[in-house]
């Protein structure tokens, strides 16, 4: 189911193509980093992946069928922004989880599984760094805060394959560290296919198997919008050697980034941990 096959893909909003001849296959397991600049369709091609929206062009296979043209509790997904429900405690957030899963005509889940739901619920608070902070509402916590919910919850539904919109950028170094290790150790217990988008050049190496950059290869100057981004660049890694300074300097000029260097030392400490 978590396998995903993508093959000559292609979006359009009206005459402006987002994306272009995007080819690519993500075997169960792996974990997909997706940089580029700004705009380039990273988040879209993220949102198609979801069913959120659909491609102008092209197959999206996922497991051996097409994409299914909606969300579903198979493919799970946090965004840039924060997004957990405001009238429900943080607790509550994650005890929904459950209750949308196995709450079967009346959406809720009574008896041994509601206290499993709630024991399990209770754990994974502990382990974002929220225990302390189960019984308050949304917006009594932090922008982080909530951010480390809405991830927490997304987690803990356990998707077959688990799409990251930017997830870690309103978190503190610290706490991202931390988010990092509980992402790789959920990634390893349960064997999901990730995707993820982000423009921090050195957590897409320190996370990632592969690292891959979309870009666009064809330009009109009359008229920009007429051609759509592609995969210009797919690097496999090996996660016990990661990545040589050079290979991470080269996906950085690819994107832009303005300090390679912050992103190789990112890499290297990997590397010794």
């Known amino acids: 189911m978590s396998r995903i096959v993508v093959h000559g893909l292609e979006k359009s909003y009206g005459d402006a193509r987002v994306l272009e001849r995007v080819n690519v296959t993500a075997e169960a397991g792996e974990f997909l980093s997706l940089v580029g600049a700004s705009g380039c369709g990273k988040s879209t091609f993220l949102r198609i992946l979801l069913g959120q929206e659909q491609q102008s062009g092209g197959v999206v296979i996922v497991g051996d069928s097409p994409i299914v043209p909606e969300p579903t509790p198979q493919r799970g997904i946090v965004f840039q922004r924060y997004s957990v429900f405001p009238h429900l405690t943080a607790i509550q957030n994650l005890l929904l989880v459950e209750d949308f899963r196995s709450g079967g005509p009346f ?47 997304t987690l ?63 330009h009109d100057p009359q008229f920009p919008s007429a051609y759509g981004a592609t995969i210009t660049y ?20 690819m994107v832009g980034t303005a300090r390679p260097d912050a992103a190789m030392a990112t890499t290297a400490s990997q590397g010794r941990s």
């Open 107 to 153: 959406g809720r889940v009574f008896g041994v599984r509601r206290r499993s739901a709630r024991q399990e619920a209770e754990a994974m608070l502990e382990r974002v760094g929220l225990a302390h902070a189960r019984d308050l509402y949304p917006a009594s916590l932090s922008g982080g805060m909530q951010q480390r919910l809405a991830i927490a919850q």
């Open 156 to 218: 803990l539904g356990r998707p077959q394959i688990l799409l990251l919109d930017e997830p870690f950028g309103a978190l503190d170094p610290g706490i991202r560290v931390e988010m990092h290790e509980l992402l790789t150790e959920l990634w390893t217990e349960h064997g999901m296919t990730v995707v993820m988008v982000t423009h921090d050049i050195g957590e897409a190496f320190k996370l990632g198997t592969r690292v891959l950059v979309f870009d666009k290869v064809r």
């Open 234 to 253: 797919d690097l496999k890694l090996d996660r016990k050697n990661r990545a040589s300074s050079r290979d991470v300097a080269k996906v950085a000029a």
